[in-house]
């Protein structure tokens, strides 16, 4: 069974950082396409950083040149490092793994990122 553990959320002030983890267990994560979405109240989910299987790189304009997503396949673990914080980064940060074909996606319980002005 799949399963997702995310870590490393927290209360920071503005301007401050964070970097989160998720690790995977229960299959090849070299595998697949991980990443971070993220959801504030009263929000939809959106899409923060993808990291391909090939190591390529996708970043929401609003993250872009603050955020930074990593990954280690010996680890089974992706990472986002988060700079310059703002209150408007404030969300649950749930992880996901994702393979294209055959189709599925799996989701972390989420992490809480409360940014203070």
């Known amino acids: 069974q799949v399963q997702l553990v995310e870590s490393g959320g927290g209360l920071v002030q503005t301007g401050g950082s964070l970097k989160l983890s998720c690790a995977a267990s229960?299959?090849?994560?070299?595998?697949?396409?991980v990443g971070w979405y993220r959801q504030a109240p009263g929000q939809q989910r959106e899409l923060v950083a993808t990291?391909?299987?090939?190591?390529?790189?996708i970043y929401a304009d609003s993250v872009k040149g603050r955020f930074s997503i990593s990954r280690d396949n010996a680890k089974n673990t992706v990472y986002l490092q988060m700079n310059s914080l703002n209150p408007e980064d404030t969300a649950v940060y749930y992880c996901?793994?994702?393979?294209?074909?055959?189709?599925?996606?799996?989701w972390g319980q989420g992490t809480q990122v409360t940014i203070s002005s």
């Open positions: 996901y793994l994702r393979r294209l074909s055959p189709q599925y996606t799996y």
């Open positions: 229960g299959t090849i994560f070299s595998l697949h396409n």
């Open positions: 990291i391909t299987s090939t190591l390529s790189t």
